[in-house]
């Protein structure tokens, strides 16, 4: 029997081979949705983290010698929405490329920028310029969850308005800066179109998409075989359309090898 990989049950290898330090900002409190599975219920306005405090983190990671070093670093940026403050993001990491190469850590050649957004104000001038200045060492998701009926459901504006139009015109534009890499969440009311949700970010082009539920006691009797039919129906799908060596999906994280 041979044996066959299948990168659906997989994920994209880690950068650095794993041996990175990540670090988070907290840039913003502030959020321009309030999606309903959203962990974080203290949205604020107008407060978001001081350059100074950046900037004497940096100085203490670069400069103290009882810190454990890997080889890499991630800087990771969260919020909140951190592309509101798009322009705080890029003066943080223009100190950090500073302050690495005056120092000669070789974490001035081995970092990578890492955010997670909504998406909602990808194409503002303040965010490409901070793709465009950073080309090549920078790395942005778009948090969108498939089709507009289930993206509409959850992720809304704070007057409860479904953002998947203002989100979805951005796509393009950021598929053709980055590859399709997305973030998923299912609750209970939309877990019933857990599959034609990944079929249709796959369909657009994201081509990697890594899924979860809710932890949240928000679950109620039934759940489970509506998300174990919905992931039947999925796997179905998978091969049908021989997309098992070509499409990621975290859902089947773990069942990547089989004897065929």
């Not at 920078?138 to 953002?163: A, C, N, W, Y």
Request: negative net charge; proline residues 2%.
């Amino acid at each position: 029997m041979e044996e066959q990989e299948y990168t659906v049950g997989t994920m994209e290898p880690e950068w650095g081979n794993g041996d990175v330090q990540n670090i988070t900002f907290i840039v913003t409190e502030d959020c321009n949705l309030r999606c309903k599975y959203c962990y974080i219920t203290h949205k604020a306005k107008g407060k978001k983290l001081a350059l100074q405090t950046a900037k004497k983190f940096i100085d203490y990671l670069l400069n103290d010698n009882k810190i454990h070093r890997c080889q890499s670093i991630i800087l990771d940026f969260i919020g909140g929405e951190p592309l509101l403050e798009a322009e705080l993001i890029e003066d943080i990491c223009d100190y950090f490329k500073i302050r690495s190469y005056e120092e000669e850590n070789p974490w001035y050649w081995r970092y990578r920028i890492n955010i997670s957004t909504n998406g909602v104000n990808y194409s503002d001038n303040a965010v490409q310029r901070l793709i465009e200045n950073n080309k090549g060492k920078i790395s942005i998701g778009i948090t969108i969850d498939g089709t507009k009926e289930k993206h509409d459901l959850q992720r809304v504006f704070p007057d409860g308005t479904g953002s998947y139009d203002v989100v979805n015109k951005n796509i393009k534009l950021w598929l053709e800066q980055f590859p399709g890499s997305t973030k998923v969440t299912f609750a209970s009311d939309d877990l019933k179109y857990l599959k034609e949700s990944i079929v249709e970010l796959w369909n657009k082009g994201i081509y990697h998409v890594a899924a979860n539920v809710v932890y949240e006691d928000v679950w109620k009797d039934g759940d489970e075989q509506i998300f174990e039919n919905q992931l039947k129906e999925l796997a179905d799908y998978i091969i049908e359309n021989n997309l098992y060596n070509k499409n990621y999906c975290s859902l089947f994280f773990g069942s990547y090898r089989n004897a065929i």
